[in-house]
């Protein structure tokens, strides 16, 4: 299995950015995917998840409202949309995905519960 990351860039505070995770090898359709954060000197930290259905999604609070998570089954990819940027987002945005089973929020926001990563693609916002 194998996911690429991408859509990272420089943007000022209060714009938007699309990121998108391609993956490949695996029934993705039937995949829980996730994407999660990590800051400079942070640990990573969980910042949305969508269940293999697209009908189960979970946010980071601090990014509710802002950030929406999305899947296309048919290109195999999964998206979070990132609007009203702040300098607190900067971060390397890593997707994760792992096979079914992951439906409760204790478990889809969980980054352990992963078996799958991306390589991370930078996401800078300047203020």
């Known amino acids: 299995v194998q996911l690429q990351a991408s859509g990272g860039g420089l943007v000022q505070a209060g714009g938007f950015l699309r990121l998108s995770c391609a993956a490949s090898g695996c029934s993705f359709s039937m995949y829980t ?12 930290e969980f910042v949305a998840a969508v269940s293999w259905t697209g009908s189960i999604t979970y946010y980071a609070d601090s990014v509710k409202g802002r950030f929406t998570i999305s899947r296309d089954n ?5 998206f979070l949309h990132m609007n009203s940027l702040k300098p607190e987002d900067t971060a390397v945005y890593y997707c994760a995905g792992e096979s079914g089973g992951l439906i409760t929020k204790a478990t889809m926001t969980t980054s352990y519960n992963y078996k799958y990563w991306g390589q991370g693609t930078q996401v800078t916002v300047s203020s």
């Open 33 to 44: 995917m996730g994407w999660f954060r990590q800051a400079p000197g942070k640990e990573r």
């Open 74 to 78: 048919a290109q195999n990819t999964v």
